[in-house]
């Protein structure tokens, strides 16, 4: 018997869940930040595709790592507005997220914005001035690994993919 | 784009009230509509929100599902459909081309 989305959809969340804690592993052991960021990417992108696969299949999502930009804003949206409705600072997280998902994305090697954007946590690239750059290397000035929007962003991963694991079944449309 | 008149039904007034709270934390949020068919009478069924909002990337109709947080006042399942505002004006006749989802009534803030 195949496996349903909503099982993909848990499995997702449950991995997402392990990346976040494999990162914060790599950040205790003070670890390159391309691989700290790598983790980062993949917990964001398997908790977009927790909340994805449900509704659109887990054909249909597992392709692509070109997500996250999109749905963690709305995944955001949904947590802030039912959480933390209150929040006079919800607007302005929410902008953070914004910016911080579409840097994520570009993280993955697949994702290269129109070939404007090489970095990646993973492979060497060649850089407009024809240099070889290595990932562990780089310092990835786009994104503060340690600051405070990553911080929330993370706690915001945290929550979602948790929340997903354990209740995700009655995310399918009937 | 007209909405659909719909009477009121608990499930219809957490769609508004969740469509208010989303307008109230996200100023990028220019409209948002319920998606019907809503079926108000079935709490297995989500609430589903098309959401215009300034600066989204284009990805077309691609929903994202919720399971419902009671705990948090939340009692169904809920869909968002976030679309640009140019996708939204290329919508035709209210067909979302997506199972046989259309756009329902407007939601305000």
Known sequence: ?174 | MEGEATMSSPKLEAARKLAKAHFRVDPQVRRIHLIQPNHDQNPDEPIKLLEVVEGTLECGILPVGFVPDPAHGLDYPSVIVEVSPREYEAIEGGKLNFKDWTVGEELLA
């Not at chain 1, 499995?11 to 990162?23: C, E, F, I, N, V």
């Not at chain 1, 909340?51 to 070109?66: D, F, I, P, S």
């Not at chain 1, 302005?92 to 993955?108: F, G, M, N, T, Y």
């Not at chain 1, 990932?135 to 997903?164: N, Q």
Request: proline share 5%.
């Open chain 1, 1 to 174: 018997m195949p496996a349903s989305d909503s099982a993909w959809a848990r499995g997702y969340a449950r991995q997402a869940l392990s990346d976040l804690a494999t990162r914060e592993v790599l950040a205790a052991a003070k670890a390159n930040k391309c691989h700290r960021l790598h983790y980062l990417q993949m917990a964001a992108e398997k908790t977009c595709k927790a909340y994805l696969t449900a509704n659109n299949g887990h054909e249909q999502v597992r392709k692509t790592h070109a997500y996250v930009a999109h749905v963690l804003p709305i995944v955001a949206r949904q947590f802030y507005a039912v959480r933390n409705g209150g929040n006079p600072i919800a607007a302005w997280e929410l902008s953070q997220v914004r910016i911080l998902a579409r840097e994520i994305e570009l993280l993955a090697p697949a994702c290269d914005d129109g070939d404007v954007r090489e970095d990646n946590t993973e492979y060497p690239w060649r850089n407009g001035a024809g240099e070889v750059k290595i990932p562990c290397e780089y310092p990835f000035p786009g994104i503060d690994d340690s600051g405070k929007g990553i911080v929330r962003l993370v706690r915001l991963i945290h929550t979602a993919a948790e929340f997903y694991s354990s209740t995700g079944e009655s995310a399918r449309i009937p």
